[in-house]
């Protein structure tokens, strides 16, 4: 069975960094594209950033673009997202899901696990 367990949540201030980890089980991710996804209040889930199987390359959405960047541990079989000049507009749940690049953007190829929460104030 797969799964992908996201963990490093938090509430922090604006500015402020947080990593978050997505460790996976029943799946070797070093054979598959890994995004992360969130979730804001009110929105639907919109992509946030994605990684190739070997990890050299990355796709980001603009709104994180230069302040995101996701990597990924194949050895501890692993994914990061490393979050820096965190903004209120960040403030969701980030789920990460094995994905795809599609016509209409990056999808997830998973069934969404629990996420974790990241909550910034201003």
């Known amino acids: 069975q797969v799964q992908l367990v996201e963990s490093g949540g938090g509430s922090v201030q604006a500015g402020a960094s947080l990593r978050l980890s997505c460790a996976a089980a029943?799946?070797?991710?070093?054979?598959?594209?890994v995004g992360w996804f969130r979730e804001g209040p009110g929105n639907e889930k919109e992509f946030v950033a994605s990684i190739n199987p070997s990890g050299s390359a990355t796709f980001y959405s603009e709104s994180v673009r230069g302040r995101f960047a996701i990597s990924k541990d194949n050895a501890r079989n692993t994914v990061y997202l490393q979050m820096n000049s965190l903004k209120s507009d960040d403030t969701a749940r980030y789920y990460c899901?094995?994905?795809?690049?599609?016509?209409?953007?990056?999808?997830?190829?998973?069934?969404w696990g629990q996420g974790t929460q990241v909550t910034v104030s201003s």
């Open positions: 899901a094995r994905s795809t690049l599609t016509s209409t953007g990056w999808k997830p190829l998973s069934s």
């Open positions: 029943g799946i070797t991710l070093s054979t598959t594209f």
